[in-house]
């Protein structure tokens, strides 16, 4: 009986490690997973989205939306795998609660727009004349990143006092380039990368030693998500740093 035994065994034995041999040799099944960025990401993200799945990576649900609602959303219960905030703060605050770290990604740089037919510049200083009756776009500098680092940019340059009552604050930074591109605003500070829009041209930038830097953080909030790990790495590599270079992102 025993020799018959280990006569059976081994033919099993063998199948078994055939088998997870093969199953080793062959690429992983792709996983999914739902990513909350930033709205001035929804572009980049696409396409990002899209080069990661083609190189075999899961497929990944981007959710855009205000910085400071997404976190709250997540922190609320909502669930998804990644946050990517334009905002340390909001970034950290969801890090603590997932017990993780927020990790630098990219950056951007902020840029004053006007609408499309405005023929000329406006230099940040000269913007309380050059508004006229009108008022200033930007995100909500209560809450959207953009309109913090604007506020940040306005009162470094002595200007905040003289603009602070004379804003139109949008819910996201697209909201802000919208007011532009539709003529509510004459003017708006958006981040460069929201300004490669139909309806807007760029007018100044604005020297980035008055805010402070324009940083992008991710937060991996599932536990062991392998393709969040897999799209942060691709992120990181040529292909992607290429993509987000391509959209005007710093690396």
Do not use: C
């Not at 041999?21 to 709205?39: I, K, S």
């Not at 340390?88 to 017990?99: L, N, P, R």
């Not at 510049?121 to 209560?142: F, I, M, S």
């Not at 805010?211 to 992120?235: I, S």
Request: glycine share 12%; proline share 5%.
């Amino acid at each position: 009986m025993g020799r018959r035994f280990e006569m059976i065994r081994t033919p099993l034995s063998a199948v078994f490690l055939l088998l997870t041999f093969f199953a080793a040799a062959l690429p992983a099944r792709a996983g999914a997973a739902t990513v909350y960025a930033a709205a001035s990401l929804t572009d980049i993200m696409a396409k990002l989205a899209t080069g990661f799945e083609q190189q075999g990576g899961g497929q990944l649900t981007i959710v855009p939306g205000s910085s400071s609602t997404l976190a709250r959303q997540i922190m609320a219960g909502a669930p998804v795998d990644l946050f990517i905030s334009a905002n340390k703060t909001y970034a950290d605050a969801v890090a603590s609660q997932m017990g993780g770290t927020a990790r630098d990604l990219f950056g951007n740089g902020l840029v004053i727009i006007a609408t499309a037919g405005f023929d000329g510049d406006v230099t940040l200083d000269a913007l309380p004349d050059a508004l006229g009756g009108g008022r200033l776009a930007v995100g909500d500098p209560a809450h959207v990143p953009a309109g913090i680092y604007a506020r940040d940019a306005l009162e470094q340059a002595g200007l905040w006092d003289r603009l602070e009552n004379r804003l139109a604050p949008a819910g996201d930074v697209r909201g802000a380039v919208a007011f532009v591109a539709s003529h509510a605003a004459p003017f708006g500070i958006v981040y460069k990368t929201d300004a490669l829009v139909p309806g807007v041209r760029v007018v100044a930038v604005i020297d980035p030693a008055l805010h402070a830097p324009v940083r992008y953080w991710g937060v991996a909030t599932g536990k062991d998500n392998t393709t969040v790990a897999e799209f942060l790495g691709y992120m990181a590599s040529a292909a992607g740093q290429g993509l987000l270079a391509d959209e005007g992102f710093l690396p």
